[in-house]
């Protein structure tokens, strides 16, 4: 088992965009709205686990339903 610490974006995206790392002004707007967190993984996690993580981070920034799971996908 291996703990991980990760710090993690939520970057609102329409299908087709390219990402860029937020940095400076557009950082500090997205902290604001409570969409830049910290969250630990481990790494016995589920995609469902990790999924839940994450989700529970951002639940309240994006209104987002108890247990339900917010729809993202992640750079590789």
Known sequence: MKIVTKD??????EEGDIFAIPRGGRRAQLAELGL???????????KSAVTNEIS?????A????????MPF????
């Open 8 to 13: 993690v974006i939520c970057i609102p995206y």
């Open 36 to 46: 830049i967190g910290k969250v630990s993984l481990d790494s016995t996690w589920n």
């Open 62 to 69: 994006i209104k987002l339903g108890d247990n339900k799971e």
């Open 73 to 76: 996908q992640y750079p590789r």
């Open 56 to 60: 529970s981070m951002f639940r309240k």
